[in-house]
Structures are given as C-alpha cells and as structure tokens.
C-alpha cells in the first residue's frame, strides 16, 4: 500500500498539477501545498474486524459439512476453532494487503480522526506555518481512505471562513472515486488560487516558499 501515492498522479498529472499552482500562486501571495501519502494510518484492527468476520461463516460452514467425517459432529467446539484458526491467518494477511478489502472494513470515524491527524501532522511537519503572511494551505489527500482535508494557517483562517473549502473537498473526493485524479486536483487547486487571490493578492517580493506538490 505504499506505492498507492506514487501511483496516484502519472508524470504528466504531477507535472499539470504542478503548473498549476505556480499559475495559482502568480495570482495570490499565498502558499498552495497539495500533498498526497498512500494512508494515515496502517489500521491494524481493519485487518482483525475482515478476517473475524469472513472467517467465522466459513468455519460454521465447515464444522457443520465436515464434522461427520472427522467422527466429531456437527457443533464440535474444537472443530470450529480449528477451522476458525484456518482461515483466520490467510484471510487477515488477505485483507491487510488488499485496498479494496481494507477500506470495506475501516469505520467513518476511524477514518476521520486517523486522517485529520494525519493532516494537521503535515501542515506543521511540512513548515506551512513559517511563511510571512501566515498564509499557507494544504490540500491533503489520502489515498487509501479516499479523504482530504484543506487547513489552512493562521492568516488564512482569520480572513476565510474554514466552510469555504468543503465545497472543494467534496468535489475533489468525487473526482477520486471516479478516477480523475489529476483533473480533480487541478480544478481543486484553481479553486483555492480563486479564493486566496481575493484576500492576499500576489506581492512583487513574493518568493516561492513551499514545495508546489509533495507525494509520499
């Protein structure tokens, strides 16, 4: 699940992404930092909760065809647990590995507290809090759980209300899930170039202080 960033954007996305916030950003004096990373979190219990669940059938089902022929019954505790244990192991490394399987078996909350870390995590691991204005924003997608959050600095918040953005992040969810993902965050970049360019218009001095696009 590490390469699920790398594989987010082609080069060609990267690139168009890329000219897009230095267009947005020869328009506004602040800072636009899209940042993709594969997850937020490696949700050990996802693993737990996909493998208890798709273990459990298969293994009433096999204690109540087989057990017969094992000379044990048909509610064979020992047999259940022996079959539970089977399927257990195979199906948890299953789940862990697959995408797909994973994201069926994470909790909305979960994923909303894991991913709002994860962002707030970055803003400041990232340096958007030093720039002069205190005017840097982040547009943070994680790919596994298909979420993105916007937070913007201090400047910004004091002149943006943060409800501005959601608009924006529901759009770029849905272009997400639809597979458009450089056209998505593109026009999601546009977007937030528009607003920006509003309350802190581009300064003759400005200088280019953040990474225009950050994949990890």
Known sequence: METLAKEFLTASEQQ?????????????????????????????????????LMALPLALVCTSQLGSSFWTGSDNMYLFVFFFALFYLPLRFVVNRSVKLKRQ????????????????????????????????????????????????DKGINDKINPAEWENIVNELIQGIKSGNHGEALCMAVRQVGGILKTHFPYRRDDTDELHNLIIR
């Open 105 to 152: 078996f994470l909790s909305a909350r979960e994923i909303e507290e894991e991913v709002e870390e994860a962002a707030i995590t970055s803003f400041y691991g990232e340096g958007l809090y030093r720039t002069r204005e205190e005017n840097g924003i982040i547009i943070f997608i994680s790919v596994l759980e298909q979420k993105v959050w916007i937070l913007g």
């Open 16 to 52: 168009a992404v890329t000219s897009e916030v230095q267009k947005a950003e020869r328009e506004t004096s602040g800072e636009i930092v899209p940042m993709i990373i594969s997850a937020s979190h490696h949700y050990p219990m996802a693993a737990v909760r996909g493998a208890t």
